[in-house]
């Protein structure tokens, strides 16, 4: 990628960021784009804005080659520090235990780096009794193994979130059981893990959810947070289909984006012990080839979702 192309690229940032009233810090994301020059251009740029944090944009590339680790390739360009915590050395422990497709990484425009993402196979979903075996994984998951077995998720694991910054874990699933998705599923899930009880707004989403995800954190025995991933054919119509916090609805209807298609993404909703808030992810740029191009453009490139698996 050009000097051009990246000034472009940080100026589409800006630009985006502007829509939520966010100044972004150049320090913070310019040194980011220079180390990932290279991988840019076949690189899948989201942008994600939450309700819960106000103050930051998160900025997502994906489709990073399976064979490097993310983590350690923000430490030694100085994107991130080195810590001794377990979070450290999750990743490369994983990379050691798993089947891996390809990485992500996470970071804020004002915040720096953030997070890293790892895609398993989508047709050799994994065994959650695995990932609850690596030294280095929170211990909650090994004692919450009965909760993912009684809605049968403990085969359904897609993606591994690693968030370096709060060090919690996300473990994201897909082809859950269609129970999954219904309401009083979703009632007794949430009671289950003493969590609030859902709004209709919730449950409305959560029976259109592709995905589910939960958080977990090495400073508590329980599952911490649940969210349903729920894919948006036109973010720029969401604000007609549910109700939408005024920044996102300013967010969905003006932000960027580059392919062909329409502005599809994925509007979440999580549940925590503060109650509930949104999640909408929309994408800038895809890479040929990737999932989510397969998944967003359909193999002919004409928005057709070619799976309704894209719960990311």
């Known amino acids: 990628m050009t000097r051009t192309d990246m000034e472009g690229l940080y100026s589409v940032i800006e630009e985006t960021a502007g829509l939520l009233d966010i100044s972004p810090s150049r320090d913070k994301v310019w040194p980011i784009l220079t180390a990932y020059e290279d991988a840019l251009p076949k690189t899948v740029v989201a942008f994600r804005v939450t309700t819960r944090a106000t103050r930051d944009l998160d900025c997502r590339f994906t489709a990073l080659p399976a064979d490097v680790n993310p983590y350690a390739f923000a430490v030694s360009n100085g994107l991130a520090p080195e810590t001794d915590h377990p979070v450290g050395t999750l990743l490369s422990d994983v990379q050691e235990r798993l089947p891996i497709t390809a990485h992500g990484t996470d970071f804020g425009v004002v915040g720096g780096f953030k997070k890293t993402w790892t895609f398993l196979p989508v047709d050799d979903l994994q065994k959650l009794s695995k990932l609850a075996d690596i030294p280095s994984m929170p211990r909650s998951l090994a004692e919450n193994l009965g909760f993912y077995a009684r809605y049968g998720l403990d085969d359904k694991n897609s993606m591994i979130g690693i968030d370096y910054a709060s060090r919690t874990v996300n473990v994201y699933f897909l082809q859950a059981p269609a129970e999954c998705r219904e309401p009083e599923t979703v009632r007794s899930m949430l009671r289950e893990l003493g969590l609030p009880d859902p709004s209709e707004q919730m449950l409305k989403l959560a029976q259109q959810a592709v995905g589910i995800y939960t958080t977990l954190s090495w400073d508590s025995p329980k599952i911490e947070r649940i969210t349903f ?84």
């Open 229 to 312: 991933a729920t894919m948006v054919p036109d973010v720029r119509a969401l604000p007609t289909r549910v109700e939408v916090d005024p920044k996102i609805e300013k967010f969905a209807k003006n932000v960027p984006y580059t392919y062909r298609s329409p502005g599809q993404g994925l509007y979440n909703v999580a549940s925590y012990a503060g109650g509930e808030y949104f999640k909408l992810q929309t994408y800038y740029q895809l890479s040929e080839g990737s999932l989510e191009a397969k998944v967003l453009l359909g193999p002919a490139g004409s928005g057709a979702s070619s799976s309704p698996d894209a719960g990311q």
